[in-house]
């Protein structure tokens, strides 16, 4: 029992020191739920309504492939839903998870947790405090979203379902979490793990949703997020399929426990090894550190970028496949044809990617803030390299990384799509236009984070939040009816929709006008500010 | 005599805290000039100001004959900068860290280099996450100290260091005086910076409140003494710079500033000495008034 003396104290701590954090996370998730709930039932108030716009819903892949499938065509609850269900629990599945790593891997590598346990702490005691917290907040999440679906008058069984979905991917993630964070010295490697991990299972259930012919169904098995879904809330309630997740996570955390008896406080299970004892000649200039710096993680997402281009341009090829019913022709029909979807498909997760890919550069520019806040800028600065080259080094990273990434994905998808429909010359450049177009939204967020850090270093993770804003009205805007000018506010929905739509340069010269005016007034704050 | 820093009047501030308080600062070129105060004087943002990296809200800053804010890169290559808290890229080894921040600098000896990192014996394959504080400060002491410039700025450079590298680092700084190289030297090291410095500065609560050589400063400190004469003293009480005193019979226990001295023994002396008992003066006492009246005011 000595092995967990001091558990009870170090989860005051973390409350303590996530009072403000948990509850509006919290509260977003609930709120997001209900109010999906309420402007669905808004709109569809009869049962004909809805089984058309789940049928629709269920006959474009893309939608399938980025929300899941539909189980139950007459169900309210379940269209009310159906975005959250996947996409939510990825949420809080990283939740859970980043909660986990902060208590633990992100102590342990500031050196904190040292000087705690040199008092008296049990060695498990900062892993159970963290997954304590963590499970603790994704339960309570999860309950007051089934309250609060009951009190808008859905079924309670299902709204209990629903909760199920969030609580049992937060429930798994939290043991991914509590694994990666033994595996690394680094916070940062242990989230960038979590976030293959998280990724992986999106895919991997995108890929078994989508399956047109219903063979490749089992894939999604394969994937935490997709035993959440399989819960189908509103649609058989199934809670047994808990179990699953919850073995998952005993798995998990036993593997943590296990090794956490095999390693020193503060080391790894991966051990750095030495490294060379001069600097490479190439090393003489920020722009080399800079690369040094984001090279890692840059590998790590052009890979993953990839394998998204090739999953995308592969399920697009597979639009024919969902045709299956009459119906269902008959709407493709009034869609304007398979080339038409399939376009339509590819444009929306071109748009997707472009998300991501932001989400790329709004972390490789807040290193700009992470290097100072560690004191690693003031030595550079110290020495001849001026103000101006040192931002420059690590905007230029986010900005040419950014790019990469989305043309490698837009590579990815037009070699895959063309492929499997027999004209790579023609879709090739079709989809690295429709990835080039995606650029300039990217990086107006990115220059966000750089002029913020310029003018605000200490509000600077407020860009997440922002990015989280344009997400959400881009997602549910049109559904909550949102005034067009708040609409507007979304840098995203500028971009022209390519392939298939039609190129317009005036939005996509104003974001570029935009990000560059954010990017010059975040250089001229920060040349004109105190370094700290 | 040309100076290599000299700052006059300066002020700034963090929100409410008023961190320097027209502070005055000269350093000589050539010259190993301490920087001596309790903690949150101020010693660390006159640092900052001098290397540009904080604005001074008032008051004039002059580095190298150049404006700190205006030039800092410029004025950066000719000098060495070794912070208080040194942090490392994770994924760096030291040797590469080093490197890189002497090619920054523009240039750095390798020879020298070579052989700072055995007289530190620092082991420069290691990555900066697994350097012990010590060996990361070491990293940045053999960085700055094998780069060829006229400056060297260190805040409090031997923290973390343990006394046998504490010996190197001033057989190094004894070196680069000899080579005419200016330092500025930030320590809490009473010892270290007797041994080193030429002339030291002692700041308090953002103002430097003495400056000058050993020798000046030493007269600012008092000498005790206690004497036993042949007949009671009658004039030392009306004595300028006689503190304490203390008179029982023929016996007499007083402090004395060292600059008046003089007077006192021949005041003693005309009583004739039987016993005589001087405590010579240190530093630390005149140091520690300082900081103690800082801790006073603080409380
Ligand atoms: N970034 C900051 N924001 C607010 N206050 C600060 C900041 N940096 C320093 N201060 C305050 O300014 C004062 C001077 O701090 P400074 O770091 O210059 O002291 P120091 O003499 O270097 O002390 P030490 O010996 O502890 O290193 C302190 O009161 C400190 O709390
Ligand atoms: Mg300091």
Redesign the interface.
């Known amino acids: 029992m000595s092995d967990f003396v001091g558990t009870g104290t170090l989860v005051r701590l973390a409350l303590r020191r996530d009072r403000v954090l948990i509850p509006t996370w919290i509260a977003v998730f609930v709120v997001m739920a209900a109010g999906s709930a309420q402007a669905t039932m808004d709109l569809y108030t009869d049962v004909a309504s809805r089984v058309e716009a789940a049928r629709t819903t269920n006959a474009s892949p893309a939608l399938v492939s980025l929300y899941g499938r539909i189980f139950d065509e007459t169900s309210l609850g379940e269209l009310s839903l159906f975005k959250l269900t996947a996409f939510g629990a990825a949420l809080v599945g990283l939740l859970a998870s980043i909660l986990v790593v902060r208590h633990t891997r992100a102590e342990e ?1 500031s050196g904190r947790l040292e000087l705690l346990s040199a008092g008296v702490l049990g060695r498990y005691a900062a892993l159970t405090a963290a997954l304590l917290v963590s499970t603790g907040t994704v339960v309570v999440l999860g309950l007051l979203t089934a309250l609060a679906l009951i009190g808008l008058g859905l079924p309670a069984a299902g709204s209990f379902a629903f909760g199920l979905i969030w609580i049992t991917a937060g429930l798994s993630f939290a043991g991914v979490g509590a694994l990666v964070a033994q595996l690394t ?2 916070a940062r490697t242990a989230n960038g793990f979590t976030a293959i991990v998280l990724g992986v299972s999106y895919v991997l259930r995108a890929i078994g949703d989508s399956s047109s012919d219903g063979k490749s169904e089992w894939v999604s098995w394969l994937s935490p997020i997709g035993w959440s879904q399989q819960i189908r809330a509103f649609a058989g309630d199934r809670y047994v399929v808990v179990l699953l997740p919850l073995a998952f996570l005993a798995l998990l955390v036993t593997g943590a426990l296990a090794l956490i008896r095999r390693r020193d406080v503060g080391a790894g299970l991966v051990r ?9 000649p190439s ?4 722009l ?2 800079a690369w ?2 984001h090279r ?1 993680s840059l590998y790590g997402w052009g890979f993953a970028f990839l394998l998204l281009g090739l999953l995308v341009g592969n399920i697009a090829s597979n639009v024919d496949g969902f045709v299956t019913s009459d119906s269902a022709r008959e709407m493709v029909q009034k869609l304007g044809g398979v080339q038409a979807i399939t376009d339509a498909f590819l444009s929306t997760e071109m748009g997707m990617v472009g998300l991501l890919a932001s989400a790329y550069g709004i972390q490789a520019a807040l290193r700009l803030r992470s290097e100072e806040t ?3 800028a ?10 101006t080259r040192w931002l420059a080094s690590h905007v230029l990273m986010a900005l040419l990384g950014t790019g990469a990434l989305i043309m490698i994905a837009g590579l990815g998808s037009g070699l895959s799509s063309g492929a499997s429909l027999g004209n790579v010359g023609h879709q090739v450049p079709r989809m690295l236009a429709a990835a080039a177009v995606q650029l300039p939204a990217i990086w107006l967020v990115t220059a966000l984070v750089v002029a913020l850090f310029g003018l605000a270093p200490k509000l600077v993770t407020a860009s997440w939040a922002l990015y989280g804003l344009f997400l959400l009205i881009g997602q549910f805007g049109a559904l909550f009816n949102l005034p067009q000018a708040v609409i507007n506010l979304s840098p995203y929905g500028h971009t022209p929709r390519l392939p298939g739509g039609t190129f317009t340069l005036t939005p996509v010269l104003a974001l570029t006008a935009i990000a560059a005016a954010l990017l010059a007034a975040g250089l001229t704050t920060f040349r ?5 | 005599m040309t100076s290599a820093i000299v700052v006059s009047g300066l002020h700034k501030s963090y929100g409410a805290t008023h961190a320097l308080d027209g502070l005055d600062l000269e350093v000589t070129t050539g010259e190993v000039h301490g920087f001596l105060g309790p903690n949150g004087a101020g010693k660390s943002t006159t640092i ?1 100001v001098l ?5 001074g809200d008032e008051g004039d800053v002059s580095l190298l004959g150049g404006d700190p804010w205006r030039d ?3 004025l ?2 000719r ?1 060495a ?1 070794v ?1 208080g ?9 030291g ?7 002497g ?4 240039g750095l000896d390798p020879k020298k280099r070579d052989d700072l990192l055995r007289r530190f014996d620092l ?5 900066g ?2 350097y012990s504080k010590g060996n990361r400060q070491k990293v ?1 002491l053999v960085a700055a100290l094998a780069s060829d410039v006229e400056l060297l ?1 260190l805040d409090e450079p031997t923290s973390g260091l343990d006394p046998l590298m504490e010996e190197v680092f001033r057989q190094c700084i004894e070196e680069e005086r000899q080579r005419d190289r200016t330092v500025l030297l930030s320590s809490h090291i009473l010892s270290e910076v007797e041994a080193l410095c030429d002339r030291i500065s002692i700041i308090r609560r953002g103002k430097v409140v003495e400056t000058g050589t050993m020798s000046d400063l030493r007269h600012l400190t008092r000498t005790s003494i206690q004497a036993e004469l042949s007949a009671a003293p009658n004039g030392l009480a009306s004595l300028p710079g006689v503190h304490s005193l203390d008179v029982e019979g023929n016996r007499v226990h007083c402090e004395v500033d060292t600059a008046q001295l003089d007077a006192v023994m021949r005041e003693l002396a005309a009583s004739g000495i039987k016993s005589l008992v001087a405590q010579p003066p240190t530093l630390e006492e005149l140091f520690l008034r300082h900081y103690e009246d800082d801790s006073v005011a603080a409380s």
């Not at chain 1, 750095?272 to 490479?280: K, L, N, T």
């Not at chain 1, 090393?283 to 920020?286: K, V």
């Not at chain 1, 004109?528 to 700290?532: A, E, L, P, S």
Request: aromatic share 2%; glycine share 10%; no cysteine.
């Open positions: 590598e010295e680094g750095p090894r030495p490294g060379p004892a001069v600097g490479a090393l003489r200039s920020p080399a550190l040094r710096l890692g560690a004191l690693r003031e030595p550079l600065l110290a020495t001849g390299v001026t103000r004109r500010r105190d370094i700290g | 900052r290397l540009g990296l904080l604005r800092a890169a410029q950066h290559r000098l900068y912070p808290d040194v942090n490392l890229w994770p994924n760096l080894t040797g590469e860290v080093i490197d890189l921040l090619r920054l600098r523009g082991d420069p394959t290691k990555k996450r697994t940045a700025i």
